[in-house]
């Protein structure tokens, strides 16, 4: 079972040399074309020079989830969290990644389509989801996974709401569960 979260607008910028490549990417066995192709419809120009786990990056100073979640809480070996984000698809929340700009909303390539619309097409992200996996995804992340608002998890037993900080806190309480 892992926990199903989406990326943040707010990022850190990576500042100290820590390299890594698209190639270190988990499940790049699955999504590699994948994320070559939206890079280069989306124009990034990425330093994989500069890099930060994909937790840390995410936890731009306007994060509501991320900085929920005790630092303790995202190095546990057992903590699964899958991150799907709009650039790279589904990562793991370890993976280290570099600064970029761009969102499920965004339209990119040369038909002006919504990322969500792209990854959707590709029709893979599915393919990284297990039925005890829980959706913490909000509608726009669901719609890349198959094109509706229809949860592609379990759902958790309460109602969020806001922007994040409410799954952040509820998560970041089932993973200090975990041993």
């Keep these: 079972m892992a926990y199903l979260i989406i990326c943040a607008g707010s990022k850190r910028q ?4 820590n390299p890594s490549s698209l190639d270190n990417l988990s499940f790049t066995n699955i999504l590699f074309h994948a994320r ?8 990034q120009n990425l330093d994989w020079n500069h890099t930060l786990p994909a937790w840390q990056l995410y936890s731009g100073n306007r994060s509501q989830m991320y900085p ?4 303790e809480n995202w190095i546990k070996p057992s903590t699964e969290i899958k991150i799907l984000s709009a650039l790279f698809g ?10 970029y700009n761009l969102k499920m ?16 097409k590709l029709g893979i992200l ?13 509608q726009d992340y669901r719609k890349a996974i198959h094109g509706s608002f229809k949860p592609v998890g379990l759902l958790p ?15 970041n309480n ?3 569960k975990l041993n």
Excluded at 14 to 17: E, I, Q, V
């Design 14 to 17: 990576p500042h100290d040399l």
């Design 36 to 43: 070559e192709r939206i890079i280069r419809l989306s124009g």
């Design 68 to 71: 929920q979640i005790i630092s």
């Design 90 to 99: 589904w990562i793991k929340h370890t993976d280290f990644i570099p600064y």
């Design 105 to 120: 909303s965004d339209k990119i390539g040369f038909d002006n389509q919504t990322v969500w619309q792209l990854w959707n």
């Design 126 to 138: 599915d393919q990284l989801i297990k039925e005890t996996d829980i959706d913490l995804l909000s």
């Design 157 to 171: 037993p309460i109602i969020f709401k806001g922007y994040g900080a409410q799954k952040g806190k509820w998560l």
């Design 174 to 176: 089932e993973l200090d």
